[in-house]
């Protein structure tokens, strides 16, 4: 065991996490890299691709996700400034000016008068000293912290058995701060220096609490209702904005305190499906899949086909979405002969069936007479209960997508004919 001396602020965020990430998915940085032709900073990069979703990137700062990252660029009298806007922190935009070599920090006021961001340097400050501030409030908002200065100093770098010698302030005008690690006592030494950058004025010491306690403390106030309560505020609530990432991390709080509680396993088959639904959208699909399987299990031994018809019907829906038709289509007709067999004056659910298979296939350009086909069949059911307030909106929706399929088809005709 060792000091790590002068850590990067990556490799500091890499040690407080326990090297647990979740962050943005690599697809969305290819996207904007093909769309926007956006090429983020390395640094950047590796920060939103591993921590984007923890604690570090909800505080006083806050960096985008690559869909809201822009590039300005502002005329000077001699040219241009490129500003990259990366995020906010206090009310201002942060922006990085991407022609500098240590890839200086620009602040963005709104000039609420006028309508317009006043963009203005900062005293020195980086995207490496950026980084080093969020990782410094974390580490102090989430640990007990031992401050030392003057003669106590070089006493408790021997303890930790840190030379002095070896402990450099970054670059920077305004960031002259070390960050150490002891590797044996688990514990981070936070430098901080004078003005000058000459001398360290403080010491910080910082036990590292793990992952798993810092999670545990950060829902230790908050009852289990209040927690399902945060989670359908998120997950249904704020639906087409739903921050997957916090859902899933409440979510999983939930299922543990169920179980501490004694829960049966049907009612934790229902969060199962819930945490599978959040990994599917974090694209996380592996662990989507391990999600649902043990829901699944758990719903299969328990003998109850109502809740069996709803499970097909959501795996159906998760498969669709992931791209296998095949295993789409067996989910879909196992929860239809279930339903037929059990509730079939059931005219909605059986009726969403059909539609739901017809519209999969028109999607992925299937023949268009068995689109038809399967939207008669979808009109057929939801014609039986007509004055149903989702019978009447779906029996629009189907008539709409067997318009679409007979448009697809005659011009399949038309061009088969050239």
Known sequence: MAVLYNLEPLKAIELLYDGEHNGVWNGDFIKNEKKNRLELPSDLREFLEKYAYLDMNKGQITLFHPDNIRMLNLPIEDGEVHILVIGKADGLLIGIDIDTDDLDIAFGEIDDENQRINWGPTDGITLDGLMRVMFVSTLFKSSDKFLFQGAEIDAVLKKHGAERSLITPSGGSTQHTSIC????????????????????????????????????????????????????????????????????????????????AGANELELSDQYKLVGRCLWSLNRLDEADEWYD??????????????????????????????RREKSDEMSEAELALR?????????????????????????????????????????????????SGCKYEIARAQQLRGEARRRKKELSKNSGL
């Open 181 to 260: 690690f002891d590797e044996e006592n688990g514990a981070f030494i936070v430098a901080e220096y004078d003005e000058r950058g000459e001398n360290i004025a403080f010491l910080h010491v910082v036990p590292r609490k793990t992952f798993e306690q810092r999670k545990a403390e950060r829902f230790a106030s908050v009852s289990l209702d209040e927690l399902k309560s945060l989670f359908e505020t998120e997950f249904y609530g704020n639906a087409l904005h739903c921050d997957f990432a916090h859902a899933l991390e409440i979510e999983l709080e939930i299922i543990k305190r169920l179980k501490q």
């Open 294 to 323: 043990k829901a699944g299990g758990i719903i299969k031994e328990s003998g109850d086909l109502d809740r069996l018809a709803k499970f097909y019907g959501t795996m159906a829906s998760f498969y669709a979405g992931t791209g």
């Open 340 to 388: 037929l067999e059990r509730t079939p004056d059931n005219a909605y659910d059986i009726g969403m069936i059909y539609r739901g298979k017809a519209q999969a296939l028109n999607d992925a350009g299937g023949d268009p007479d068995r689109v038809i086909e399967l939207c008669n069949l979808a009109l057929e059911q939801f014609q039986k209960d007509p004055h149903d």
